[in-house]
Nanobody, 125 residues
């Protein structure tokens, strides 16, 4: 079993930055590709970004490109999401997820085996 715990969410003004972190425990972290998803009120959960097992490959949703950066530290079993130039439309609950099914990256939520409980990000205008 794999446990994922997100942290770092909060309230920020538009144009500001936040750094989310996800601590993973329970299995060999480097055996999992990692991803971040988000869900805004009244909307479906959507892909934000993903990183391969080694960290050498990354994928971003168009809405995240140029503003968000995903990274991982396989020695510390953590994955981070640095979010800059935040917009009100970035508001939502952000979820960290782990996939044993792929080596590189995947945008498909059903490829992810494990999910965190989510952390709230609110961007005020």
């Amino acid at each position: 079993q794999v446990q994922l715990v997100e942290s770092g969410g909060g309230l920020v003004q538009a144009g500001g930055s936040l750094r989310l972190s996800c601590q993973v425990s329970g299995r060999t972290f480097s055996n999992y590709a990692m991803g971040w998803f988000r869900q805004a009120p009244g909307k479906e959960r959507e892909f934000v970004t993903a990183i391969s097992r080694s960290g050498g490959s990354r994928s971003y949703a168009d809405s995240a490109k140029g503003r968000f950066t995903i990274s991982r530290d396989n020695a510390k079993n953590t994955v981070a999401l640095q979010m800059n130039s935040l917009k009100p439309e970035d508001t939502g609950v952000y979820y960290c997820a782990a996939s044993s099914m792929v080596v590189t990256t995947t945008r498909r939520s059903y490829d992810y085996d494990y999910w965190g409980q989510g952390t709230q990000v609110t961007v005020s205008s």
